[in-house]
């Protein structure tokens, strides 16, 4: 029961309420002398706390004889009530965050360990960019899949393509980074490959939205995403400096 009063008081119901709540499922229906002598509440109290509950749709109430009964038709507007706030968050999302990016001067510096904590800092280049922003990347693994699985790579790539968020990468010419530039144009990505016997390294960055990520895949997964308009910049600079000067 305990466990049943947590979860629903986690869905947003005060304690009083969802003890009602329980009450008229155990009960089937009842009047508000019912409740009250079945949870041990001042009958005042559930009077005043059952318009909140049919207010959310979670009760209803009707007539038997002189008798007004309330009770719980459907469990179902929990589910409605979730699906509605997660359609408001992701309506406001994008005004929250522009909201939060128009002060200036605001770096910001988060660390990330472990692959847990790599794909977090790879799923927020995904949340932070629009569809059709460019994510600008060197990449320097040559054996990439013995550090990232496919399978993430894959989810990470489909979730890339169908927000339309293009990226450019430079990498030292590997088996790997020949499969980028061959899959390239279905991916939504342009590869322009460097001599791997003069700069090789094993690790990335990834420039995007007003940040950048640095990883070390072979330091347990040491990720940092230092957000900074600036810094962000001259990133960019540097990135577009090289890769003019590359191949196409």
């Keep these: 029961m305990d466990n049943i009063l947590n979860s629903l008081e986690y869905l947003g119901l005060a304690p009083k309420e969802a003890r009602i709540y329980i009450a008229l499922l155990e009960l089937g229906e009842g009047t508000v002398i019912d409740i009250a002598k079945k949870i041990g509440m001042k009958r005042t109290s559930v009077y005043n706390i059952l318009p909140n509950l049919m207010k959310r749709r979670l009760i209803k109430t009707s007539s038997r004889g002189k008798h ?8 179902s507007p929990f589910t409605i009530d979730i699906n509605e706030k997660i359609k408001i ?13 128009i002060l200036p001067l605001k770096p910001r510096i988060t660390f990330y360990e472990a692959f847990e904590g790599t794909k977090d800092l790879y ?16 990449t320097g693994l040559f054996d990439f899949h013995t550090y990232m699985p496919r399978e993430f790579e894959r989810a990470y790539i489909e979730e890339r393509v169908k ?7 430079i990498a030292p010419r590997s088996k790997v980074a020949g499969e980028w530039a061959h899959n390239g144009p279905k991916e939504l990505r342009e590869t322009r490959l460097i001599n791997s016997s003069q700069f090789r390294f094993n690790a ?5 939205a007003n940040k950048i990520a640095l990883i070390s895949y072979r ?13 962000n910049k001259m990133q960019r600079m540097a990135f ?6 590359l191949r196409a």
Excluded at 132 to 138: A, E, F, K, Q, V
Excluded at 204 to 208: G, K, L
């Design 123 to 138: 799923q927020d280049t995904l949340e932070s960019c629009a569809s059709g922003d460019t994510i600008l990347s060197y």
């Design 219 to 231: 330091e347990n997964f040491l990720g940092v995403i230092i957000e900074s308009t600036e810094i």
């Design 163 to 169: 927000k339309k968020i293009r990226i450019k990468i």
């Design 68 to 75: 007004r009964v309330f009770f719980v038709e459907d469990v």
């Design 204 to 208: 990335d960055m990834e420039i995007y």
């Design 240 to 245: 577009e400096l090289m890769w003019n000067s």
């Design 89 to 101: 968050v992701e309506k406001i999302l994008p005004e929250l965050r522009a909201m939060q990016n």
